[in-house]
């Protein structure tokens, strides 16, 4: 079984930075992809930003060029840069990761963006 603990979150003014981080644990698994996907009440989950076990990347159109995502193997653990943030990527922020053929989720952090 693999836990996923996220942190980060918060309320930021538009504009302004967050950087959001997950961070895997138990017993011994393999990190293939992991990622990012965000959902706001009554719409559907969106894909932000994907990484590979080779650290090739794909962003939803909305973020690129402002959100960066990044893994660092020996933490087991993927982050996610929000620059630039407007009120609509207020959301809540799941991080997940692909082990096998099995996917793990996270328990979803709030980010708000609003003056």
């Known amino acids: 079984q693999v836990q996923l603990v996220e942190s980060g979150g918060g309320l930021v003014q538009p504009g302004g930075s967050l950087r959001l981080s997950c961070a895997a644990s138990g017993s011994r698994f393999r990190l293939d992809a992991m990622g990012w996907d965000r959902q706001v009440p009554g719409k559907e989950r969106e894909l932000v930003a994907h990484?590979?076990?080779?650290?090739?990347?794909n962003y939803a159109g909305s973020v690129k060029g402002r959100f960066t995502i990044s893994r660092d193997n020996a933490k087991n653990t993927v982050y996610l840069q929000m620059d630039s943030l407007k009120p609509e990527d207020t959301a809540v922020y799941y991080c997940?990761?692909?082990?096998?053929?099995?996917?793990?989720w996270g328990q979803g952090t709030q980010v708000t963006v609003s003056s």
């Open positions: 997940y990761i692909q082990t096998g053929a099995r996917v793990y």
């Open positions: 990484i590979t076990s080779g650290d090739s990347t």
